[in-house]
């Protein structure tokens, strides 16, 4: 099925820590993350091999991003996929906080 005949919507699943693509009402994708205090730290992005090629991770990650906008945080690309994208969308710069040292042992810590 093609993208354009199939309905896409993004969701945050807060239990869950993570935001999900879905395709006519079945999960194609996820980005995950965690929150550190002001900061919303995405740390792993994947798409279903079933539906790669169609743009969706970009999809995924445009509205995560702009939902995290909206609720006032800050951005920490942590996952390879968010900090490419981020290279290439700078309208999420003035939000975006570096990857330190200290984030990445609070996201082990927290991934346990």
């Given at each position: 099925?093609?993208q354009?005949?199939a ?8 239990a869950?820590?993570?935001y999900?693509i879905?395709v006519?009402g079945?999960?194609?994708?996820l ?7 002001e900061?919303r730290?995405?740390f792993?992005?994947?798409?279903d091999?079933?539906f790669?090629?169609?743009g969706?991770?970009?999809?995924l990650v445009q ?6 906008r ?10 390879p996929?968010?900090a ?5 969308h700078?309208e ?7 990857v330190t040292?200290?984030?990445?042992r609070?996201l082990e810590?927290?991934?346990?």
């Amino acid at each position: 099925m093609s993208q354009s005949s199939a309905a896409v919507t993004v969701e945050r699943v807060d239990a869950g820590h993570r935001y999900e693509i879905l395709v006519d009402g079945r999960r194609a994708g996820l980005t995950a993350y965690r929150d550190r205090e002001e900061q919303r730290v995405f740390f792993h992005t994947e798409v279903d091999q079933a539906f790669a090629g169609q743009g969706l991770a970009a999809q995924l990650v445009q509205q995560a991003l702009a939902d995290v906008r909206r609720s006032g945080k800050r951005i920490v690309p942590v996952c390879p996929y968010v900090a490419k994208f981020l290279k290439k969308h700078d309208e999420f710069a003035d939000i975006t906080d570096l990857v330190t040292p200290d984030v990445l042992r609070w996201l082990e810590t927290e991934l346990g």
